[in-house]
């Protein structure tokens, strides 16, 4: 599976959303895990039972029934600036959550990074 198929690169997100999306925003400037997991946790409205470890996280990911709207975006404005194993565990958990929603079910998650971090982020999966 290719980079591009599983995350979008897009330095104007917001053009290829549509008013029926459930737009969650990752702001510049996330130093820390505690930090990533309090932003994912209000813009996603996560349960209060989100245990706030990578298990959790695909949990909510792999979950989403709270939400109403079908196709769920994760916008970064830009790569959480965490340390490598951290950023790798957390571009792990999107990558496995966004290519497990299949066709047809309930919904679709995509996630979006800034136009200039595909190689970035290409790296940190290999």
Known sequence: MSLRSVFVFSDEPLDFCNKDDYIARVPDGIT???????VLSQSLR?????GRNWDALSDCL????????????IVHEAI???????????VDVLSECATDWLSGEAHQLLVVFPRH???EIAGILE
């Open 62 to 73: 792999r979950d989403l029934s709270w939400i109403d709207r079908r196709r769920v975006i």
């Open 32 to 38: 820390s895990r505690d930090r990533l997991f309090d």
């Open 80 to 90: 959480p600036s965490l340390d490598a194993t951290t950023l790798r565990s957390y």
């Open 117 to 119: 971090s595909d190689g």
């Open 46 to 50: 996560f349960p209060s039972y989100f």
